[in-house]
């Protein structure tokens, strides 16, 4: 602990009488000669002049939504802003809402946003986090409630949250430092319902005074929702920002690092700020940093239960895994497995017509789409699996049916150690040559 005071103050009377005191010294004039008395006044001394100073005072408001009704539903965003808010509140930030606010319409968004503007006054650093859908329409940003539902560009502007309205209420609260992070660069749901200026991504935003934006990704870029319940950028923030010590600007760099690392550099985060006048650390350097965030009794039990079904074939005990466990990490990986296997299980009993003639890695006429024999698409696998028969449209099915899936890939029987065919479903994929037991193909989305 560091004591500090500006020589020569005086103080109020004591058991003894503190003639003046520095950092170095205290001599003291005795009314009483016991050393009770002198004892206890150092000690008064003491704690005068060790009086720590004023933290600043931090706000913050977390947001994430999954849960879309109109559009593809995310399993992470939710993870991701409970993780953040427990990290951040352990780090001395003050939330709005008490807590991480998970899939908000339009109403309950507008609401909260409220609430955050008036915890920002007298507030001296201020922080938005945000997981879930994003899009860009002309230039400008927009965050998705989870009951968006436009159908012409003008719907836009009053389904969604501009997020020039956040930078806004940033910039007149009067705060030293203004953090907000996008964890909001996924595929545009909405690309197929006409919205014709909307881009893929997110656009570059200019960073009012004393303000930092960080993207999980470059603008206009596409980010990953990752697998394992937590997004690759959340996850490496979460992680980052309990380093004590660490800067700001060194903070971010780390986090961009890392989920380049954790990516094989398919996503690389990207920050954009204005001069910082004043030095900002999440965890200062000599404080006692807060333990990362521990699992719950329900996400336990749940981890327990996953580890004996995950391989289960049957739809009804994977649904009665995530009726029971819906709001853990192992909530969501049930269910993506669960509709994996129902869009398998659909496939299968409806198999393409032409299947009297199937297809092989050397045999591969008419496919509908994109498609290229001895080709391999390398990127982020989203779900893997033998097939019944050694017909690569199957695997192409199985990626049109699978709304995350942009790439497939196809190994033949011949080319498998098992003797089994096996499809691959990508996304944010390369292409990359194969041989001759291998087909590749790209679905549009």
Same mark, same amino acid.
């Given at each position: 602990?560091?004591?500090?005071?500006?020589?020569?103050?005086?103080? *109020? !009377?004591?058991?003894?009488?503190?003639?003046?005191?520095? *950092?170095?010294?205290?001599?003291?004039?005795?009314?009483?000669?016991?050393?009770?008395? @002198?004892?206890?006044?150092?000690?008064?001394?003491? /704690?005068?002049?060790?009086?720590?100073? $004023?933290?600043?005072?931090?706000?913050?408001?977390?947001?994430?939504?999954?849960?879309?009704?109109?559009?593809?539903?995310?399993?992470?965003?939710?993870?991701? /802003?409970?993780?953040?808010?427990?990290? @951040?509140?352990? @780090?001395?930030?003050?939330?709005?809402?008490?807590?991480?606010?998970?899939?908000?319409?339009?109403?309950?968004?507008?609401?909260?946003? !409220?609430?955050?503007?008036?915890?920002?006054?007298?507030?001296?650093?201020? @922080?938005?986090?945000?997981?879930?859908?994003?899009?860009?329409?002309?230039?400008?940003?927009?965050?998705? *409630? +989870?009951?968006?539902?436009?159908?012409?560009?003008?719907?836009?502007?009053?389904?969604?949250?501009?997020?020039?309205?956040?930078?806004?209420?940033?910039?007149?609260?009067?705060?030293?430092?203004?953090?907000?992070?996008?964890?909001?660069?996924?595929?545009?749901?909405?690309?197929?319902?006409?919205? =014709?200026?909307?881009?893929?991504?997110?656009?570059?935003? %200019?960073?009012? #005074?004393?303000?930092?934006?960080?993207? /999980?990704? !470059?603008?206009?870029?596409?980010?990953?929702?990752?697998?394992?319940?937590?997004?690759?950028?959340?996850?490496?923030?979460?992680?980052?920002?309990?380093?004590?010590?660490?800067?700001?600007?060194?903070?971010?760099?780390?986090?961009?690092?890392?989920?380049?690392?954790?990516?094989?550099?398919?996503?690389?985060?990207?920050?954009?700020?204005?001069?910082?006048? #004043?030095?900002?650390?999440?965890?200062?350097?000599?404080? %006692?940093?807060?333990?990362?965030?521990?699992?719950?009794?329900?996400?336990? #039990?749940?981890? !327990?239960?996953? &580890?004996?079904?995950?391989?289960?074939?049957?739809?009804?005990?994977?649904?009665?895994?995530?009726?029971?466990?819906?709001?853990?990490?192992?909530?969501?990986?049930?269910?993506? $497995?669960?509709?994996?296997?129902?869009?398998? %299980?659909?496939?299968?009993?409806?198999?393409?017509?032409?299947?009297?003639?199937? +297809?092989?890695?050397?045999?591969?006429?008419?496919?509908?789409?994109?498609?290229?024999?001895?080709?391999?698409?390398?990127?982020?696998?989203?779900?893997?699996?033998?097939?019944? &028969?050694?017909?690569?449209?199957?695997? %192409?099915?199985?990626?049109?049916?699978?709304?995350?899936?942009?790439?497939?890939?196809?190994?033949?029987? #011949?080319?498998?150690?098992? &003797?089994?065919?096996?499809?691959?479903?990508?996304?944010?994929?390369?292409?990359? *040559?194969?041989?001759?037991?291998?087909?590749?193909?790209?679905?549009? =989305?």
């Amino acid at each position: 602990m560091t004591c500090s005071s500006g020589q020569g103050e005086k103080t *109020p !009377q004591l058991l003894g009488q503190i003639d003046y005191f520095t *950092p170095r010294d205290v001599v003291v004039r005795y009314q009483s000669g016991s050393l009770t008395s @002198l004892l206890l006044t150092m000690l008064i001394a003491a /704690a005068y002049l060790c009086v720590p100073a $004023r933290a600043d005072n931090r706000v913050a408001l977390v947001i994430g939504n999954s849960t879309y009704r109109n559009v593809t539903r995310l399993d992470n965003p939710k993870n991701d /802003a409970k993780l953040m808010a427990e990290t @951040l509140r352990g @780090l001395g930030f003050t939330l709005a809402g008490g807590s991480a606010q998970i899939d908000l319409d339009k109403a309950a968004f507008d609401d909260i946003l !409220q609430q955050y503007s008036n915890l920002l006054v007298g507030a001296d650093v201020a @922080l938005f986090y945000y997981a879930g859908h994003g899009v860009q329409v002309r230039g400008s940003n927009y965050l998705v *409630p +989870v009951n968006a539902n436009p159908v012409r560009e003008a719907d836009v502007l009053f389904q969604m949250v501009d997020t020039a309205l956040i930078l806004a209420a940033m910039e007149g609260s009067g705060t030293k430092l203004n953090i907000v992070i996008l964890d909001a660069c996924r595929n545009n749901p909405f690309g197929g319902r006409g919205l =014709r200026s909307a881009a893929g991504g997110l656009a570059q935003m %200019q960073a009012p #005074e004393g303000t930092l934006i960080s993207y /999980a990704t !470059q603008p206009g870029n596409v980010a990953l929702d990752g697998t394992g319940g937590h997004s690759p950028y959340t996850k490496a923030l979460a992680q980052t920002i309990r380093k004590p010590g660490l800067g700001i600007f060194d903070t971010f760099n780390q986090v961009g690092v890392a989920v380049m690392q954790a990516t094989g550099n398919a996503q690389q985060p990207w920050v954009s700020t204005s001069p910082i006048k #004043e030095s900002f650390q999440f965890a200062t350097s000599g404080a %006692q940093v807060p333990a990362a965030p521990s699992p719950s009794a329900a996400t336990s #039990e749940a981890a !327990q239960v996953w &580890g004996t079904i995950q391989n289960t074939t049957s739809i009804a005990v994977l649904q009665t895994f995530v009726d029971r466990f819906s709001d853990t990490l192992y909530g969501s990986m049930g269910r993506a $497995r669960l509709e994996e296997l129902k869009k398998y %299980q659909a496939a299968t009993a409806n198999p393409p017509a032409t299947d009297r003639n199937p +297809v092989s890695a050397t045999s591969h006429v008419d496919m509908p789409g994109a498609y290229e024999p001895n080709m391999d698409r390398a990127g982020i696998t989203i779900a893997e699996q033998n097939l019944p &028969g050694p017909d690569a449209r199957l695997c %192409q099915s199985l990626c049109i049916n699978e709304p995350r899936c942009t790439a497939w890939v196809y190994r033949a029987p #011949e080319g498998r150690t098992d &003797g089994r065919p096996h499809c691959w479903l990508r996304n944010n994929v390369i292409r990359r *040559p194969g041989d001759n037991a291998t087909i590749s193909g790209d679905v549009q =989305r």
